[in-house]
């Protein structure tokens, strides 16, 4: 959901309010109101992060050394880049010594070390066309996609779910033996499933909750890590 007023600091109250406008929704205001005054979107741009989503990788990556110099790193539904913009930093792609491809259904603003794709990842030959721009397989899978919300709890955690069991299935086609895969899940019981479906792939899988997720989120991040390779589902 995208806010459609703009709001200014006070200079008496240290939490900044909104007026509902007459073209702006009740959930509109109060998506502009979080975003006034969360310090994640304020410490974002002050750093020049593409978005408050960056600190949910780094912090992911800080706990689990996610990120390599060298690595081939993929990231689906990448707009505006702030995952991107992290792992081209932390595995040197800028420097040639590793890759970053992002992945999305809308154009990206250039970022350096990263090659952007308008791409259906569920394009049947996405995943060659992928690997042709790695030039081979992937070290890291990522997505923080979510889907469109309806309002319903049910149905958005469904939907959720499965965008990333779409995601999880992507990976498996384009990772290299021990690597890794990342996404958003959320809070809601079918999950588990998609724990146990991951677990069959790798050795080690997590929920994690970085701080940057609001606390009042369902959201939650899936690790996996040491992807056993493609053998077991070909045999399948």
Same mark, same amino acid.
């Given at each position: 959901?995208?806010?459609?007023?703009?709001?200014?600091e /006070?200079?008496?109250?240290?939490?900044?309010? $909104?007026?509902?406008a007459? %073209?702006?929704?009740?959930?509109?205001?109060?998506?502009?109101?979080?975003?006034?005054n969360?310090p994640?979107v304020a410490r974002?741009?002050?750093?020049? %992060?593409?978005s408050r989503?960056?600190?949910?990788?780094?912090?992911?990556d800080e706990?689990?050394?996610?990120?390599k110099?060298?690595?081939r790193?993929?990231d689906?539904?990448?707009?505006? /880049?702030?995952?991107?913009?992290?792992?081209a930093q932390?595995?040197k792609?800028?420097e040639?010594?590793?890759?970053v $491809?992002?992945? =999305?259904?809308?154009?990206i603003?250039?970022?350096? /070390?990263?090659?952007?794709?308008?791409?259906d990842?569920?394009d @049947? =030959?996405?995943?060659?066309?992928l %690997?042709?721009?790695?030039?081979? =397989?992937?070290d890291?899978v990522m997505? @923080?996609?979510?889907a469109n919300t309806?309002?319903?709890?049910?149905?958005?955690?469904?939907?959720?779910?499965?965008?990333?069991?779409?995601?999880? @299935?992507?990976?498996?086609?384009?990772?290299?033996? /021990?690597g890794?895969?990342?996404? %958003?899940?959320f809070?809601?019981?079918t999950?588990n499933?998609l724990l146990?479906?991951l677990k069959?792939d790798?050795?080690? $899988?997590?929920?994690?909750?970085?701080?940057?997720?609001?606390?009042d989120?369902?959201?939650?991040?899936?690790?996996a890590?040491?992807?056993r390779?493609?053998?077991?589902?070909?045999? =399948?």
């Open positions: 959901m995208t806010g459609t007023g703009s709001g200014r /006070g200079g008496r109250s240290l939490k900044q309010r $909104v007026k509902t007459k %073209k702006r929704t009740v959930s509109q205001t109060r998506w502009l109101e979080r975003q006034l969360d994640y974002a741009k002050r750093e020049g %992060k593409r989503a960056a600190y949910k990788i780094i912090e992911i706990k689990f050394g996610l990120f110099p060298g690595a790193v993929v689906l539904g990448a707009a505006p /880049g702030g995952w991107s913009q992290y792992a932390k595995v792609s800028e040639g010594r590793g890759k $491809v992002g992945i =999305d259904l809308l154009p603003d250039p970022i350096a /070390g990263v090659l952007f794709e308008v791409m990842f569920n @049947d =030959d996405a995943p060659d066309r %690997k042709a721009m790695l030039g081979g =397989d992937a890291i997505s @923080d996609m979510a309806t309002g319903h709890k049910k149905t958005d955690h469904l939907r959720i779910v499965a965008l990333a069991e779409l995601a999880i @299935d992507f990976a498996r086609q384009v990772l290299a033996p /021990g890794a895969f990342v996404a %958003k899940v809070q809601g019981g999950e499933q146990a479906d069959r790798f050795t080690t $899988v997590r929920h994690v909750k970085p701080a940057a997720s609001r606390p989120s369902a959201e939650l991040y899936v690790l890590t040491g992807f390779g493609r053998r077991e589902h070909e045999e =399948d």
